[in-house]
């Protein structure tokens, strides 16, 4: 009886991590587990380095996202794809460049199943190895820490994201939030408007990432981040 997970990975010119993130989805026991991986129009070898790994285990797929349609972002496109390729019960949308601990899965179900919301999120530990990145990535944790009361932190994190899939095609899933470009705030935001509750976990000792590598990527990934996930730039000072 153990809980059926459908790991889904939008993915686009991520040569550099993406084996290393499917292979640490592969090591987790504790679940019955598939991986599904969308190609979302890569230019580089993220599709051959999936489908070598499809043909070691039978458990990754590598699929194909479609033309993206008017008024979609990007990433919410390749995510609502995702959703319609799973089969399993329960739905892990994981960035392409967070790599899990082997026991990530099972314990991220079994909080799912504990805290009675049908959406848990989290915000994995970011590894900085630039003086950039060491300077400004702390400053999103003591933004959430500062700006919110503990109990909001529920509201608002990212890059970790897992639900119920009946309850998620219930509120429409990233369909919901087609135009928005951070789906770590806005798909929350959706299941509550919809009456379903969500909670926050803390996910730095089970997933790890690199989020940006030089100054240019930091920069324009909190931009951003400043404009959507803030509401307000004003709210920043």
């Known amino acids: 009886d153990k809980p059926r997970v459908s790991v889904l990975i939008p993915a686009r010119d991520e040569e550099r991590s993406i084996r290393a993130s499917v292979e640490s989805v592969l090591a987790n026991s504790g679940v019955d587990l598939e991986c599904i991986v969308l190609d979302d129009h890569s230019s580089d070898g993220t599709a051959a380095i999936v489908r070598g790994l499809s043909r070691r285990d039978g458990r990754v797929r590598l699929e194909t996202s479609p033309p993206l349609p008017a008024g979609w972002n990007g990433k919410q496109h390749a995510c609502f794809v995702l959703s319609q390729h799973a089969q399993y019960d329960v739905l892990c949308f994981v960035d392409a460049d967070v790599r899990l601990s082997v026991d990530s899965l099972a314990r991220m179900t079994a909080f799912l199943q504990s805290s009675g919301a049908p959406m848990i999120s989290g915000f994995p530990h970011q590894e900085t190895e630039t003086w950039l ?8 944790h003591f933004v959430l820490l500062a700006f919110l009361p503990l109990d909001r ?8 994201i897992i639900a119920d899939r009946d309850t998620y095609r219930t509120v429409g899933g990233h369909a919901a939030i087609h135009a928005s470009m951070h789906d770590g705030i806005q798909l929350p935001r959706a299941f509550r408007r919809a009456g ?8 730095t000792g089970i997933a790890e990432c690199r989020m940006y ?15 959507e996930g803030m509401a307000a730039p004003a709210r920043i000072l």
């Open 196 to 203: 379903f509750a969500t909670d926050i976990f803390d996910a």
């Open 133 to 140: 990145e060491q300077l400004l990535l702390p400053l999103i």
């Open 213 to 227: 590598r030089n100054a240019a990527e930091v920069w324009n990934g909190l931009a951003k981040n400043a404009i």
């Open 153 to 160: 932190m529920r509201t608002s994190v990212n890059q970790l």
